[in-house]
């Protein structure tokens, strides 16, 4: 069974850092991409970003809104990706979720959802 | 980016009676492989999203049969058949066709 399990989620000011933790199980974790989106009740469902698999390069791509200040990496030999946010501001406040699409040639259905992470930035 | 808007915000209906939500983009959503990247998600409270439709029409695992997806280019439709209880939440329509992908505003479905 596919099983996406997040941590990290707190309270911090402004200014500050976090990093989110996903921990994959159920499946190679190594074969997939693995994107980043959140959601508040300003903005919606927002994308933030994602990491290729290491076998298409490992590149990432990050959302206008977060680009510069976040940054997405993995770990395959754990089965984790993180989500490390830096310069956080209020409006980065949001439920953190991190997914995992459908095939592992690409990223674009997102088939398994993480419960998702509160991050709340305030002074 | 492109635009995702869905049509109604929220839908009251009765148990039992279909349901149909509509999302249309600001651009075509034709893939250069040929694929068209529209995925319908459906948020219960207090859980993640769910993906219910994939590329227009191919329902996920485990979903029912009740729930199916149509369209093309940049008109698409969800329909519940006949909705039941457990139907209750917020929908929404998304597009991987370009990045960034975006997300229609949500539809709320509630029971009359």
């Known amino acids: 069974e596919v099983q996406m399990v997040q941590s990290g989620g707190d309270l911090v000011q402004p200014g500050r850092s976090l990093r989110l933790s996903c921990i994959a199980s159920g499946f190679t974790f190594s074969d997939y991409d693995v994107s980043w989106v959140r959601q508040s009740p300003e903005k919606g469902l927002e994308w933030v970003g994602f990491i290729r698999a290491k076998a298409s390069g490992g590149a990432t791509e990050y959302a206008a809104s977060v680009k510069g200040r976040f940054t997405i990496s993995r770990d395959d030999s754990k089965s984790i990706a993180y989500l490390q946010m830096n310069s956080l501001k209020i409006e980065d406040t949001a439920v953190y979720y991190c997914?995992?699409?459908?095939?592992?040639?690409?990223?674009?259905?997102?088939?398994?959802w993480g419960p998702g992470t509160l991050v709340t930035v305030s002074s | 980016d492109i635009v995702m808007t869905q049509t109604p915000l929220s839908s009251p209906v009765t148990l039992g009676q279909p349901a149909s939500i509509s999302c249309r983009s600001s651009q075509s959503l034709v893939h250069s492989d040929g694929n068209t990247y529209l995925s319908w998600l459906q948020q219960r409270p207090g859980q993640p999203p769910r993906l219910l439709i994939y590329k227009i029409s191919n329902r996920f695992s485990g979903v029912p049969d009740r729930f199916s997806g149509s369209g093309a280019g940049t008109d698409f439709t969800l329909k519940i058949s006949r909705v039941e209880a457990e139907d209750v939440g917020v929908y929404y329509c998304?597009?991987?066709?370009?990045?960034?992908?975006?997300f229609g505003q949500g539809t709320k479905l509630e029971i009359k």
């Open positions: 998304m597009q991987a066709t370009q990045s960034p992908q975006t």
């Open positions: 997914l995992r699409p459908l095939y592992s040639a690409g990223w674009r259905v997102p088939a398994y």
